[in-house]
């Protein structure tokens, strides 16, 4: 049964010093002294081990953790489940210590994919908490699995409802409906012709629906006449 100290000893063996330095930068909010700086490959591989060999109990309960990627361990380890409840909870509980986009942004549990209708109510609780990172990862999951076969344009209601002025929050919500535009043009385009958004994320949503290669030239000439 691995230790937390084992968890911790293993991510160090991988740590690559310009990477660290390198992500420091992409996650100026993040305290580069809690980086240790581990390589995509690397981090998947161990992760992928450390969940194989079980029993990491103790790791999961010792909130929180000090290093950035030991809140990225803890969050794969949860996402790997295969019960949806099992998984929220743990989303429940590791959602809290997530500070940044880079964290929040990981996290992709497959469990999601064949539970859709009980995974929206829990987007519209995640959206409605007060914590940035948590609404941010909310819309994300909807983005991330409501634009096809699922979408109704009550979920684009609920990503348009949300209001704040954190700037990675209103990122996310541009980013939403940019790619809203791309797989559902015309239930989506009414939200910026009624300019449901606020502007500063009405405007991003163009610019970032404009830099896609999935809108049509012609879109694109509609969207910015749109701009406000």
């Not at 998947?44 to 990491?56: D, F, H, S």
């Not at 949300?162 to 989506?188: C, D, G, I």
């Amino acid at each position: 049964m691995p230790t937390p100290e084992d968890i911790r000893e293993l991510l160090f063996s991988l740590q690559d010093i310009p990477y660290r330095d390198f992500t420091a930068k992409l996650i100026p909010n993040v305290d580069p002294a809690t980086i240790i700086g581990i390589r995509s490959p690397a981090f998947r591989k161990a992760a992928k081990e450390i969940w194989k060999a079980g029993e990491n109990d103790a790791f999961m309960r010792q909130l929180p953790h000090a290093y950035f990627e030991e809140i990225n361990l803890h969050a794969y380890l949860v996402t790997q489940g295969k019960d949806f409840d099992a998984v929220v909870r743990g989303l429940d509980e590791i959602l809290p210590y997530i500070d940044n986009w880079a964290s929040c942004d990981s996290i992709r549990p497959p469990v999601f994919q064949k539970e859709k209708e009980r995974l929206f109510p829990a987007c519209q609780r995640w959206m409605a908490s007060d914590r940035p990172y948590t609404v941010r990862f909310g819309m994300e999951m909807l983005m991330t699995y409501f634009l096809d076969d699922a979408f109704t344009p009550q979920v684009n209601d609920a990503v348009a409802a949300v209001e704040s002025e954190h700037y990675y929050v209103r990122m996310m919500q541009a980013w939403y409906f940019a790619t809203a535009l791309a797989k559902q043009w015309n239930a989506t385009l009414p939200v910026l012709t009624e300019r449901r958004l606020q502007p500063w994320v009405h405007n991003k949503t163009i610019q970032k629906a404009r830099e896609s290669y999935r809108i049509t030239p012609e879109q694109k000439e509609l969207l910015k006449e749109l701009r406000v």
